[in-house]
């Protein structure tokens, strides 16, 4: 069964680190991949996506991935977090051709001052 | 944002009653989607419908009933749920078979079932 990966269920950091967040899928075949984001309230919004092209895909807020197809990863980065990153990730691969999305279970990620 | 709007935000309902929650998105989309989220777990597709046809039903309990007038609207109608089915119900919309779509989301129902 395909399946989304996220590594982290909870990460903390300080206010200028820098942030890794980890996704891996197993689907063999042609994929879109998506990075969404819950800021505490809010909906979920699109941070950034990949359908073909460059691997490095950069978004909104400084955030980029890069899609790794050998290692069937799409890990999200951003160089220097603020205290307003505080929120919830979610990956999300499309493997069909009209657009159903899997979900990873999400990582919480905390930003301190 | 009023894209993809729902109603109500919050809904606290018994295990007898009957509800409906509704949602609504003015994006010009055909495409429409339930899903369910649960604390600690990956966000779980319910039903999605293009051009107001059901096209997946992802095995949900027949308590939940979906219906999608037009493509413009789309509800799902709650019976005898269970305390289990406490959760963030999001709706979200998007074209159908379009090579850069994506899907945008509501702010959710947090339905609380006692």
């Known amino acids: 069964a395909q399946s989304v990966s996220q590594h982290n269920h909870h990460v903390i950091l300080s206010e200028a680190a820098s942030l890794e967040l980890g996704c891996n899928y197993s689907?063999?075949?042609?994929?879109?991949l998506f990075w969404y984001v819950q800021y505490p309230g809010q909906h979920l919004q699109l941070l950034l996506k990949?359908?073909?092209?460059?691997?490095l895909v950069k978004g909104i807020k400084g955030f980029e991935a890069e899609f790794i197809k050998s290692k069937f990863s799409f890990n999200l980065r951003k160089p220097s977090v603020q205290w307003s990153d505080t929120a919830e990730y979610f990956c999300a691969v499309r493997t069909d051709s009209w657009g159903k999305l899997q979900f990873g279970a999400g990582t919480q990620v905390v930003v301190t001052p | 944002e009023t894209g993809v709007t729902q109603t109500p935000r919050h809904l606290v309902m018994g295990m007898t009653n009957k509800k409906s929650l509704k949602c609504e998105q003015h994006l010009g989309h055909n495409a429409m989607y339930w899903y369910k989220q649960s604390a600690k777990k990956p966000l779980e597709l319910m039903f999605v419908y293009n051009f107001k046809e059901q096209t997946e039903n992802n095995s949900v309990p027949s308590r939940f009933s979906p219906e999608c007038p037009n493509s413009s609207h789309l509800f799902l109608h709650l019976h005898t749920l269970q305390p289990e089915d406490s959760a963030l119900y999001l709706c979200a919309s998007s074209f159908y078979d379009q090579t850069s779509y994506e899907q945008y989301f509501g702010p959710g129902t947090r339905l609380t079932v006692t």
């Open positions: 990949y359908f073909s092209g460059d691997p």
């Open positions: 689907y063999g075949g042609t994929v879109n």
